[in-house]
């Protein structure tokens, strides 16, 4: 986990010199092109391309945009119309909420599903985007694919099982293996996601002005498993069980954003217990976190 976040806190700092500000001249940009020197490190992303050229101990950042395969030109403005702030990478936190929207679990019923929600990360890479204009290029209807991943922490020693009766319920690590020193536990569900989301830009620029986004979102489970971390014997091991665990196949909910340019904070609430009924706790996934659009 901690290969991956480090991973794409990398990619944001990267992706960050997209949202440069300051316009500068075409033709000299054309002219620096034409002389280019040997320290030149290129970065492409999508339809962009990011130049950065170190000469005498300076070092200058372009831009560039490509408007199809064989004419381009050096440019800042997005004027490609209405985009959709989808596309993108965002990571927050988890947690589970029951029908009354309260974080607390019963000890005596679903307790063993108490979380650390510190440690409990939402995570989501939106790869496809398809956006329609309905008025302005400021406000619009967007849709896509994404895939969403949430790691459950448990605050407590435990894990959980399916019984006999296909019915969910706690595992309780200390009971079935005493040697072991539990340092995690965690329950981790893979979704894929497709949003249909309206959205208003105060400016027609996609990276100026401010950005709101509100809809409904869908996923269909893709994957699920337990993961334990423990020691034994003095040593780290680890134990990943990849079962159904009874969780909802097909979920719906709503999603919402709000930010500048970029950059945004993102909430989603899902309508769908995260078990199915009568066979799981009736609990309520819920995520909140950042988001950076890569349009």
Request: no cysteine; net charge negative.
């Given at each position: 986990?901690?290969?991956?976040?480090?991973?794409?806190?990398?990619?944001?700092?990267?992706?960050?010199?997209?949202?440069?500000?300051?316009?500068?001249?075409?033709?000299?940009?054309?002219?620096?092109?034409?002389?280019?020197?040997?320290?030149?490190?290129?970065?492409?992303?999508?339809?962009?391309?990011?130049?950065?050229?170190?000469?005498?101990?300076?070092?200058?950042?372009?831009?560039?945009?490509?408007k199809n395969n064989d004419d381009w030109d050096?440019?800042?403005?997005d004027d490609d119309g209405f985009t959709g702030?989808?596309?993108?990478?965002?990571?927050?936190?988890?947690?589970?909420?029951?029908?009354?929207?309260?974080?607390?679990?019963?000890?005596?019923?679903?307790?063993?599903?108490?979380?650390?929600?510190?440690?409990?990360?939402?995570?989501?890479?939106?790869?496809?985007?398809?956006?329609?204009?309905?008025?302005?290029?400021?406000?619009?209807?967007?849709?896509?694919?994404?895939?969403?991943?949430?790691?459950?922490?448990?605050?407590?020693?435990?894990?959980?099982?399916?019984?006999?009766?296909?019915?969910?319920?706690?595992?309780?690590?200390?009971?079935?293996?005493?040697?072991?020193?539990?340092?995690?536990?965690?329950?981790?569900?893979?979704?894929?996601?497709?949003?249909?989301?309206?959205?208003?830009?105060?400016?027609?620029?996609?990276?100026?002005?401010?950005?709101?986004?509100?809809?409904?979102?869908?996923?269909?489970?893709?994957?699920?498993?337990?993961?334990?971390?423990?020691?034994?014997?003095?040593?780290?091991?680890?134990?990943?069980?990849?079962?159904?665990y009874n969780l909802s196949p097909f979920r719906?909910?709503?999603?919402?954003?709000?930010?500048?340019?970029?950059?945004?904070?993102?909430?989603?609430?899902?309508?769908?217990?995260?078990?199915?009924?009568?066979?799981?706790?009736?609990?309520?996934?819920?995520?909140?976190?950042?988001?950076?659009?890569?349009?």
């Amino acid at each position: 986990m901690k290969k991956i976040a480090l991973t794409l806190v990398t990619l944001i700092i990267t992706l960050g010199v997209f949202g440069q500000d300051t316009e500068p001249n075409v033709e000299e940009m054309k002219e620096e092109l034409q002389n280019q020197k040997d320290d030149t490190t290129n970065i492409r992303f999508k339809r962009k391309t990011v130049k950065i050229i170190e000469d005498n101990g300076e070092t200058q950042i372009f831009v560039k945009k490509h408007k199809n395969n064989d004419d381009w030109d050096w440019m800042w403005d997005d004027d490609d119309g209405f985009t959709g702030s989808w596309s993108g990478f965002s990571m927050g936190l988890s947690n589970l909420a029951d029908k009354n929207f309260s974080f607390s679990r019963d000890a005596a019923t679903d307790g063993y599903m108490d979380l650390n929600t510190g440690k409990s990360w939402n995570m989501n890479v939106n790869f496809a985007q398809y956006s329609i204009n309905f008025a302005n290029e400021q406000f619009g209807l967007v849709t896509g694919l994404g895939l969403e991943w949430n790691y459950y922490r448990f605050d407590n020693k435990n894990s959980i099982q399916e019984l006999p009766d296909g019915t969910i319920d706690e595992l309780i690590l200390a009971d079935v293996k005493p040697d072991w020193d539990i340092l995690e536990s965690k329950l981790s569900t893979t979704y894929a996601t497709l949003p249909i989301l309206l959205e208003v830009h105060s400016s027609s620029s996609q990276h100026n002005g401010v950005i709101f986004s509100a809809g409904v979102i869908g996923g269909v489970k893709l994957g699920s498993n337990t993961k334990i971390v423990y020691k034994e014997s003095g040593n780290k091991n680890k134990e990943r069980i990849r079962d159904d665990y009874n969780l909802s196949p097909f979920r719906y909910g709503v999603h919402a954003r709000l930010g500048v340019g970029d950059w945004m904070i993102y909430g989603t609430y899902y309508f769908t217990s995260m078990f199915e009924s009568n066979k799981g706790p009736e609990l309520y996934p819920l995520s909140i976190g950042f988001a950076l659009s890569f349009e």
